[in-house]
């Protein structure tokens, strides 16, 4: 079935940030050109003599927030610098003009004296202590903690593993963007920002004044447009100083420096304890998260969702200690922190299988989940059949034949945490003939309009093209959250099932009263005894809203999917090359088999990359190198192989409809898989070197 949801954007009118009208002034941002500075003075009469509004830290005037539950960045630290740089790009002043060539170059013309500082350029240096990179707090452990479940055995056997998941980040095709206007006694802002309708209460908390928000289509998240409201409030609080509009969108160097919105950066130490068959007995993992220039990152926690993965590991051990470091700060990349936890299990899992000489696949097998649902100390498996995915998978003589000296082939198995607890709202309307959905987020090209659109005309057995959809205001719309964590699957069907039941109602009553009181529901239409019939667009107009909440019975999370995947890799040309992924995945109950297919094949993308290609890179001092995407090593479609997708519901007896969502487990398993190819054509060329980080350096076979 065609996607409503993408027509518009094909021909042009895709309604995003820059196509909506704007009359008033655009923003640039001065930033710190150093990882770390004390800043000495700053001297803007320049600027503001030639005709530029100017806004810095000490004239910024909000309150911090602490760390939040949500994914993303957040306001536990205001975000102008004010007396120290933190990292390179931070803004420092905002400078306002009539157009965005005068703003930039009225910006330089802002005079900046900086005292340059010892950089913290990595978790060595943040654990040492020798530079802080917030002071006040005397360490640059901003997060530590310890959870513990069963009890560490001894042996009979252990191996220990050190492993590096190395820094990267969303990078959506449209980068962040922003008009902000005053209006009444606050502010409204359009923007592309992820989870606008509940952000905007954190606005609101930190200024103090009124904030509505109007959504608009992105062009991509992955995540990191929750970082965005680091730079709505700045702007809001401009554009509320100076009674003006002002629009700003980000470059592309801005939003790779100075993003906050880096995806996780972690070192592990693991020691696994199992016995001679490598049925694991314990598992006791360390990890150590780069926050960059923040006080906290979220990403180191989610894995307590899914602490040993698809495995029944039931004597865990997790201390994570989060560091803060003089870089672009973390906020959330798909998956928010569990993919790297699902490379370095899946590590360990290969790790066992070479230490005891058994198959990859048998010692994967011995561990697995087998019966379900499945009640692990920090989570409830609502359903599933990890086992069923691998054997479909090794049951793939046609992939394992192309392994030869130059050819691997990997496999892996995992889940992920979707669908963490929480609420979403919907309105549902019947006004100028149409039945349209009101959503409180815009779309960010997943396909959630479509889904939501689908459901109501299959609950109310209308065609397609009867209902559309509409991205509401904040002052309009029921609590919304959107897309974040997997979870729209589960919270569309929750809400659109409860608001097509009252909105059903609400028809019935109506029709009742044209047609008499006996009457019939079928395609649209209500129908009396004596054949008189109605259609519910014949009723008026109508409204309803609904607002559906689910809570998990272990932990956060609600709906486990699992996947297990199969990477063929070819070292040709001196390099690792991805030539075939084959993907098996439990997606719970379907709503669009094309939607979660488009899903798991982008996932699954991002994961080969991540292994293969992207990372942030710095010189000695801490400096970012990676000021573009070709340094940064963004793929091309060249360099993704043909994802092949296989679907395998187990439906969720926790959920609406038993849908479960599939966002982010395709990433972390795509990566071990890959990363296990590239071990086994290392094998076949006996080398003896065991992959302990990503991406994979192609100079491992030179």
């Known amino acids: 079935m065609p996607r ?25 941002f001065v930033r710190s050109p150093y990882p770390h500075a004390r800043i000495l003075s700053i001297d803007a009469s320049k600027a503001i003599n030639e005709g530029a509004l100017v806004l810095t830290g000490r004239d910024f005037m909000a309150r911090t927030i602490g760390l939040t539950e949500r994914e993303g960045a957040g306001l536990e630290t205001l975000p102008l610098a004010v007396d120290k740089a933190r990292y390179q790009g931070e ?60 009890q560490m055995p001894n042996g009979p056997r252990e191996i220990e593993l050190s492993l590096y998941w190395s820094r990267s980040s969303g990078n ?29 209460t954190e606005i609101e908390r930190s200024l103090g004044i009124p904030i509505k928000h109007i959504p608009v289509r992105h062009g991509g998240s992955f995540g990191s447009k929750f970082s965005l409201i680091r730079y709505l409030i700045i702007l809001a609080y401009a554009a509320y100083k100076f009674k003006t509009p002002i629009k700003w969108i980000e470059t592309r160097t801005e939003h790779l420096m100075a993003s906050n919105s880096s995806g996780p950066e972690r070192r592990f130490r693991i020691k696994a304890y199992f016995d001679g068959d490598g049925v694991v007995k314990g598992l006791d993992i360390s990890i150590w998260e780069d926050a960059g ?43 928010a922190g569990t993919p790297p936890h699902t490379w370095a299990l899946e590590r360990v899992m290969d790790a066992i299988a070479d230490e005891l000489g058994i198959d990859k696949a048998e010692v994967r097998r011995r561990n697995l989940i087998d019966s379900f649902p499945y009640e692990a100390p920090y989570a409830y498996y609502d359903s599933g059949n990890p086992r069923g995915l691998l054997e479909l998978a090794l049951s793939r003589n046609d992939i394992f034949s192309l392994m030869d000296e130059s050819t691997g082939v990997g496999i892996a198995v995992s889940t992920d945490p979707s669908t963490p607890q929480g609420t979403e709202g919907i309105k549902l309307s019947i006004k100028n ?51 974040g964590g997997s979870r729209m699957a589960v919270f569309t ?97 379907v709503i669009d088999e094309e939607l979660v297919k488009e899903q798991i094949i982008g996932g699954t993308a991002i994961g080969i990359s991540l292994a293969l290609y992207e990372a942030y ?19 091309t479609v060249m360099d993704i192989p043909e994802i092949e997708v296989h679907i395998v519901p187990s439906p969720s007896p926790m959920t609406p409809m ?38 994979i350096d192609p100079a491992l076979l030179t």
């Open 4 to 28: 409503i949801d993408v027509l518009n954007a094909l021909l042009g009118k895709g309604g995003f940030l820059d196509d909506h009208p704007h009359r008033g002034k655009y923003g640039v």
């Open 91 to 150: 803004p420092v002043a905002l400078v306002i003009a009539d157009d965005v060539y005068r703003a930039m170059d009225l910006a330089e013309l802002v005079d900046i004296q900086y005292e340059p500082l010892k950089s913290v350029r990595n978790i060595d240096d943040a654990l040492k202590n020798d530079s802080l990179v917030f002071e006040e707090l005397g360490t640059n452990i901003v997060q530590s903690q310890v959870i513990e479940y069963g």
């Open 172 to 200: 959506p095709i449209e980068t962040f963007a922003a008009i902000t206007y005053p209006e009444g006694s606050g502010v409204t802002i359009i923007s592309n920002i992820q989870g606008g309708r509940a952000i905007v």
């Open 293 to 335: 220039a923040s006080r906290g990152s979220g990403q180191a926690f989610k894995p307590l969702g899914i602490l040993a993965g698809p495995y029944k590991i039931r004597n865990l051990r997790y201390n994570a200690t989060v560091v803060a470091t003089n870089k672009n700060p973390a906020g959330a990349f798909r998956g």
């Open 433 to 483: 003939g149409k039945i349209i959905v009101g959503l409180g987020f815009g779309g960010e090209g997943q396909g959630n309009e479509h889904t939501a659109v689908k459901l109501v005309s299959q609950l109310l057995d209308v065609p397609m093209d009867w209902v559309t959809y509409e991205y509401l205001p904040s002052d309009e719309s029921p609590e919304a959250f959107g897309p």
């Open 493 to 589: 069907a929750g809400a659109v099932l409860g608001a097509v039941e009252e909105l059903k109602t609400r028809l019935y009553n109506k029709a009742a009263n044209v047609l008499g009181g006996n009457i019939t529901y079928e395609k649209g239409y209500f129908r009396s005894s004596d054949g008189k019939r109605i259609s519910i667009l014949e009723l008026g107009n109508e409204e309803v809203t609904f607002t559906y909440t689910a809570e998990a019975k272990i932990g956060r999370f609600i709906a486990y999917p699992f996947a297990c995947d199969i990477a063929v890799v070819r070292y040709e040309d001196g390099r690792f090359k991805p030539i075939k992924h084959v993907v098996y995945l439990d997606p719970g109950n």
């Open 617 to 635: 890179r710095y010189d000695e001092d801490g400096n970012l190198l990676t000021l573009s995407l070709g340094d940064y090593g963004l793929p």
């Open 658 to 695: 038993g849908v479960k969502g599939i966002g982010e487990v395709p990433v972390g398993v795509a990566a071990a898989a890959v990363t296990n190819a590239v071990e086994d054509i290392l094998r076949r060329r006996g080398s003896k070197v065991k992959i302990d980080r990503v991406p």
